[in-house]
């Protein structure tokens, strides 16, 4: 009971600056270990196998992207609800919405499991799979698959455990995790000369280290929010809810899937396998940046969603306006790198000079706009975090779907490979404008609803 009292205090009074820096630092470690995880293993790979084994990888993204999918559709909807109910003083919800999780967790995993299974050699090769380059996508997944259900109950109950009032400790499930990953994988790439399944099998292992210890702690009596027997039976209010404000960042994920694939084939028609390989580099640094700001919006969410449940509307205005700030500045510097130093970071996957200039070229365009990112990811999370899921799935699908679908299907036919690049920035520029009229409008709204819910 004291632990809840001190977890109810801290959000409603702590100042709140201090209070993002307590909660977005041990999830800025959480998301940028779950990215180096796949850093680690293209690292590694790229050095020790080779650039058509990066090419492989590569291939592998989307359906990658599918399984965070519905980490993120369970996890950050389940996480969103429980700051929500817990600022209104309901554990017993909070704790039903955690024994629902779970049950949704298994059966997505099951079902995407099965399906990749049956059609992997198919997808693989819609994704711009070519003879040189399947079968080392083939390889990783066989051994990566059984992993990922234990990849799901991670990531999804660390977001809850953050949520609940455990930022500290969500931090430490990703680290063991990641160092596990980082003293395994030369191990099983190199030491036991398994090449690519090596990867797989290192990353299987240390994601169900860090599984083991995250649902140990939602078993533990002295937990704040916990599981309880009697609470494990579906309730469809409590599904909807979870899957209705876990849609935005699911979407989000399916989206780069679908896009991964079209560029995949677009880069593979315009450049080959090289460009398919300079692409999975890129989008490991890309997304390393991306997951950094992730980590902002998730150290922000149990801030705003506690204060919007609490009605302490100043409090969640100024936790966005921070974290915007500095969501941008690190975009900011991710960009300088892409910029100006991208050589240093391409050639820490690989040796080969041909996929080295391909990936500086390809690189510098599509990150061309990229200091403006973080204000369109963190205007979606707060949508997300505050409940207002329309409107998240929208902004979620404006970057990603409505406006780069279309520019990858008609700018290459204009400028060739340059014209895949190019479709990233432009996508980004526009779906920013958007960000801000949406932000204006629901800034403007929320005014003149609090305005006439003020007594004179």
């Not at 909807?77 to 700051?83: K, N, P």
């Not at 609490?310 to 690190?330: H, S």
């Not at 080969?352 to 070229?361: G, K, N, R």
Request: aromatic letters at 12%; glycine letters at 8%; proline letters at 4%.
């Amino acid at each position: 009971m004291n632990r809840k009292n001190d977890i109810r205090a801290e959000l409603a009074t702590l100042p709140v600056g201090k209070l993002l820096w307590r909660y977005s630092v041990p999830a800025i470690v959480g998301t940028m270990v779950m990215s180096l995880y796949n850093v680690i293993d293209r690292i590694f790979i790229g050095q020790g196998v080779g650039p058509d084994a990066i090419s492989g990888l590569a291939l592998t993204f989307p359906i990658m992207s599918i399984s965070g999918a519905i980490g993120m559709l369970v996890g950050q909807g389940a996480a969103a609800r429980i700051s929500i109910v817990l600022g209104q003083d309901d554990k017993e919800k909070a704790e039903k919405i955690l024994a629902n999780s779970l049950i949704l967790s298994i059966t997505f995993a099951l079902c995407y499991l099965s399906l990749f299974v049956v059609f992997m050699d198919d997808i693989l090769r819609s994704f711009g799979g070519s003879d040189r380059t399947i079968p080392y996508a083939r390889e990783f997944l066989l051994y990566i698959m059984p992993g990922m259900l234990f990849t799901n109950l991670c990531y999804s109950f660390n977001n809850m455990m953050r949520a609940s009032g455990y930022p500290g400790k969500a931090m430490y499930t990703m680290l063991i995790g990641a160092f596990s990953n980082l003293i395994l994988a030369p191990i099983f790439i190199f030491g036991l000369k398994l090449g690519i399944k090596g990867a797989a099998i290192a990353t299987d292992i240390a994601m169900t280290i860090s599984a083991v210890f995250v649902m140990a702690h939602f078993c533990n009596a002295r937990s704040n929010v916990r599981f309880h027997r009697r609470y494990f039976k579906l309730e469809w209010a409590i599904l909807i809810n979870i899957v209705s404000i876990g849609m935005s960042p699911f979407l989000v994920n399916i989206a780069s899937s679908v896009i991964n694939a079209i560029i995949n084939t677009s880069l593979y028609r315009y450049g080959g396998d090289e460009a398919i390989g300079a692409f999975g580099i890129f989008n490991s640094y890309a997304t390393l940046v991306v997951m950094l700001i992730v980590g902002l919006c998730q150290g922000m969410q149990p801030v705003v969603g506690y204060n919007y449940g609490a009605g302490n509307y100043n409090r969640m205005t100024r936790a966005f306006k921070i974290t915007c700030a500095v969501a941008t500045l690190c975009a900011t510097v991710g960009w300088i790198g892409s910029t100006f130093f991208p050589y240093y970071i391409i050639r820490a996957f690989t040796t080969d000079e041909h996929l080295i200039e391909v990936a500086i070229h390809g690189m510098r365009i599509a990150m061309g706009v990229f200091p403006i990112v973080g204000l369109q990811i963190v205007t979606t999370n707060l949508f997300q975090s505050l409940g207002m899921a329309s409107k998240a799935i929208f902004m979620s699908l404006t970057r990603q779907v409505i406006f780069l679908i279309p520019l990858l299907l008609v700018l290459p036919r204009l400028f060739d490979l340059d014209g895949v690049w190019g479709a990233m920035p432009v996508s980004d520029t526009i779906a920013t404008l958007v960000t801000l009229l949406m932000l204006w409008y629901t800034r403007k709204k929320m005014i003149r609803n609090h305005s006439a819910n003020t007594p004179a």
